[in-house]
């Protein structure tokens, strides 16, 4: 078997992105931790809409996605051709999602937040108000940069998605001191820097992408719709995009419930969301990688590949993940210190995060990075249905039930949020071994080595 993936591209591929994964966990530190010095009104109110943003942006990245799958498949293939056809149509399907989901969440923003967070302190809500506001006329620039970068990714170029997340953190990281130290602008402080960076971003990685040298690249000449390009775009894109909105949405709902017990477990379920995903840093960056490896391999119809990638990427995955959330561990105090909150709020933030970041040594790269392995073979539905199903039975109703009927609060939250992964583990593992994948991802005969 001549492997289409040396050790060194994985690690070409692989290295920058977990720098970049890194990146954008320690700018969202310092936005919390700068925003925590106007008040925990500020900051509720921020990681309040955080969770709605998870929600659009995942949608949009979903999109991104099916445009990566579709593109690696292209390449894997041989299909040049077809690869920079599906770019293009990728440019204009995210362009008008983006748009869209701008003007709804602008217009219908208040009611938005009432249905998801009830009647939650008027301060609270005065900040969340703003931050939603003008972050929603980021949406267009997120969407444009995640397919531009996703594209990238399929050409196992992640270097140039670091270089210019460098810049753009910088410019929000700067933009933030400025507006919130020296502009006194409060929530406005965090969310006008994260827009004018994200629309530098967009710009630079699209004139990239300009350069006709490059295996995907947006053709120059007149765009024409390829519905039949853009229906194997949404195939995989919809169905992610639903998955991914449900499960913010579900996330949504969760917070829902923690806002409900006051700003303590508000404020502490923000820092640990802000934290909790230094422990799964390597996993996220696996994640995209795994989508354009098993693309490829998938294009290349070759079967052995696909397992053989499959297993080497989670090994990547578990054992710096391990190493990773020991460190944290060690050094958690001391982050947690930084943030400047009050002694109950860092105690309950510090337990919720030994819940997250310890069972997400076991539990997390099976429950994540392994289901792009089938979304790559084409197989979103089951995924779809599994992570929808999983979501409403353990993350919202266990939550209820612990959270809020038992009494636990925050702490109950986060162990239906365990339960919900030990869910996917199984119905994702028992999915592989059944094959079903093989079908979809047209992998139904033995194929011979792919010539590299």
Known sequence: MEPLFSGKDLRRMIIPLIFEQALAITVGMADTMMISSVGEAAVSGVSLVDMINMLMFNILAALATGGAVVTSQCLGARRKDNARKSAKQLLYTVICAGVLIGIIVILFRKPMLRLFFGRIEADVMDNALIYLTISAFSFPFLAVYNACAALFRSMGNSKVTLKVSILINLV?????????????????????????????????????????????????????????????????????????????????????????????????????????????????????????????????????????????????????????????????????????????????????????????????????????????????RYTMIVSIASMFIFRIGFSYLIGVQMGYGAIGVWIAMVLDWCCRIVCFITRYLHGKWRTMAGLTAAAPPSPR
């Not at 969310?191 to 350069?211: C, H, Q």
């Not at 295996?215 to 992610?240: A, N, Q, T, W």
């Not at 802000?274 to 994640?287: E, F, K, Q, R, T």
């Open 172 to 380: 929000n990281v700067i933009g933030n001191a400025v507006c919130i130290f020296g502009l006194h602008m409060g929530a406005a402080g965090v969310a006008l820097p994260s827009l004018i960076s994200r629309a530098i971003g967009s710009i630079i990685l699209y004139f990239l992408l300009r350069n006709p040298g490059l295996d995907i690249c947006f053709l120059r000449e007149p765009f024409h719709p390829d519905f039949g390009m853009v229906k194997k775009i949404l195939y995989i894109g919809i169905p992610s995009g639903v998955e991914n909105g449900i499960f913010q949405l579900g996330r949504v709902l969760v917070v829902s419930i923690i806002s409900g017990l006051g700003t303590v477990q508000i404020a502490a379920n923000g820092v640990a969301n802000n934290l909790d995903s230094v422990g799964i840093l390597i996993g996220n960056a696996v994640n995209l990688a795994m989508i354009t490896v098993i693309g490829q391999c998938v294009g290349a119809g070759d079967e052995k590949q696909v397992r053989f990638y499959t297993k080497r990427l989670l090994a990547i995955t578990y054992i710096p993940t391990v190493l990773l959330n020991l460190v944290l561990f060690l050094k958690l105090d001391w982050i947690l210190g930084l943030y400047g909150l009050s002694v109950e709020t860092t105690n309950l933030a510090r337990t919720l995060i030994f819940i997250h970041n310890g069972c997400a040594c076991l539990l997390w790269p099976l429950s994540f990075t392994f289901p792009n392995m089938l979304r790559a073979c084409n197989d979103v």
